[in-house]
């Protein structure tokens, strides 16, 4: 964002009402943002888990029961698949009469309720905006960074919206909060890391999900190193040998176009 955009972007913010986090539901302890909860200090804020539809169902059920054992109201909701949808329009209408009620009393004009979108980089706040209004009015795409400027989009019922730019602090010294967010596509990796980021990710998926590598026809009791999966895809190095890079690259975009299946990279348990 340009220094314009900044002092545009806390203007705006200032006369929001109400405040939707959102997270990406397979790491929504990682893809939380510090930035993102100092901006929304003291503001009503409802926590969105975006991309369900990737995510593991019951560890999104374990990380719903964590948040509201906080205090915090979180939703699970697809872009995809619809889910949870009509709980936001809800909580929307709700707002937005309890803001015209209000107003009322005090003689005041009635105005829309305004509402910012806000997270990371690539966790759907664009893709969530259009959702809520039916079309595509802001642009999205899966790559960090799509969102260049706050931009406000009217929906139906005296409700406003404000997409922003992906914020994030990096806190990235700790190595599986960065092979989290790279899975995710909140950073892209240098390309010297990617290699070391995928053996994390098969050294997880090993743990966890071995199903996962199944799905992507690795047989079962396979060492599942990076160089099996290059010689499943037969991906050759032109110097000889196996070409690592590419299988690296291949087992992210895999995971992220949810080819393992729907995976969970934190629990509320690796908290502890
Ligand atoms: N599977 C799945 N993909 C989603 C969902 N919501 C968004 N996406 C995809 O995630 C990618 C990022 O979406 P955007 O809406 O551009 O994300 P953003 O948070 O606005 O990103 P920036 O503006 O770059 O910070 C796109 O490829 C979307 O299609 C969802 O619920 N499920
Ligand atoms: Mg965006």
Known sequence: MSIMEKSDFFKNLKVVDLIFEVVDARCPYTSRSTQVQTLIRGKESILILNKVDLADPLVTRKWVEFFTARGEEALPVSTFSREGYG????????????LNKVLKEKGRRNRDLRVAVLGIPNTGKSSFLNSLLGKRAVKSGDRPGVTRGPQWVHLRGRISVLDTPGLMFPQLEDEDA??????????DPDQQDIIHLSEKLLQFLNERYPSALTNLGLSKGQPLTLESVAKVKNFLSSQGGYDLQRAAVFIFAAGRKGKLGPISLETPDDLQ
Do not use: E, P
């Open 178 to 187: 960065v092979f989290r967010l790279v899975f995710t596509r909140a950073i």
């Open 87 to 98: 709980a936001v329009k809800k909580i929307l209408s709700l707002k937005a009469a309890d």
